[in-house]
């Protein structure tokens, strides 16, 4: 079981795309893969402060929330990936999709443990205009 926290600034357009996403969960049958938990970033910064322990394999956060992480990342060390959604990725954002990045996220974090955590020449985030997951953007890509 994977289990992904969602952020954004207020907790209401997270709380809105984390039930749309529980909504595909059930849909597809994915309950034992995979749960996603949404939480304001505030929250989730005073959890690290204080050390706890994180219940969550990653982390992705709403695209406005970039200079807000790169803060929290400098300050405290987070040994889950923390990674700033693509903005259309987070406009369209389906379960299988975002799963598959979260797959890859674990992977690569693993070796690198870097945060925040992007994927290779995505680190202007917000100039990333895939709607996919990276490996299935990337694999399109080869095809064509």
Do not use: W
């Amino acid at each position: 079981m994977i289990r992904i926290l969602l952020c954004c600034g207020g907790g209401f357009s997270s709380s809105a795309l984390a039930k749309a996403v529980e909504k595909q969960i059930i849909e597809e049958g994915m309950e034992d893969q995979v749960s996603i938990t949404f939480l304001p970033l505030t929250l989730f910064a005073a959890q690290v402060k204080k050390n706890e322990p994180l219940i969550y394999d990653a982390v992705l956060c709403c695209p406005h929330l970039l200079h807000s992480v790169n803060r929290l990342t400098q300050s405290f060390t987070i040994r889950i990936p923390v990674h700033i959604l693509p903005p259309r990725l987070y406009g369209l954002m389906t379960i299988r999709e975002i799963l598959y990045d979260v797959q890859d996220m674990i992977e690569r974090f693993s070796v690198h443990q870097k945060n925040p955590f992007f994927f290779p020449h995505e680190e202007n985030i917000l100039r990333v205009t895939r709607s996919k997951s990276y490996r299935n953007t990337y694999k399109q890509e080869a095809k064509d």
